[in-house]
Nanobody
Framework: QLQVTDSGGGSVNVGGSLRLSCSAS?????MAWFRQSPGNEREAVAA????????FYADSVKGRFIAGHDVTKNMGYLQMENLQPEDTALYYC????????????????????WGQGTQVTVSS
């Protein structure tokens, strides 16, 4: 059974760091991170194609977040640096198993399996 599990959230002060992890069973085409805060729509944060290492980022996190993937462990991560209050949200990992390449890597429709979400809170 295909399954995606995300973890690693927590509470940090402004300027702090966190590393989120995502475990995805099976062979994935790509993995992405999305986030959603109360009253706001879900937004893309980052995506990675594990087999080639290509990464994509939302403008709001470029230079601060790094998406990676350990193929041997089938484990993805999102390293978040210099966190700001506006980064506070529920973060979701998502996996594309069906190669839905008609959708870009930062589009929710590209992904068919989602984690349960992990909360990130940044306090000033």
């Amino acid at each position: 059974q295909l399954q995606v599990t995300d973890s690693g959230g927590g509470s940090v002060n402004v300027g702090g760091s966190l590393r989120l992890s995502c475990s995805a069973s099976g062979v994935i085409n790509r993995m992405a991170w999305f986030r959603q805060s109360p009253g706001n729509e879900r937004e893309a944060v980052a995506a990675i194609y594990p087999k080639v290492g290509s990464t994509f980022y939302a403008d709001s996190v470029k230079g601060r977040f790094i998406a990676g993937h350990d193929v041997t462990k089938n484990m993805g991560y999102l390293q978040m640096e210099n966190l700001q209050p506006e980064d506070t949200a529920l973060y979701y990992c998502a996996a594309d198993y069906q190669m839905k390449n008609a959708y870009g890597p930062l589009k929710p429709a590209a992904y068919d399996y989602w984690g349960q979400g992990t909360q990130v809170t940044v306090s000033s």
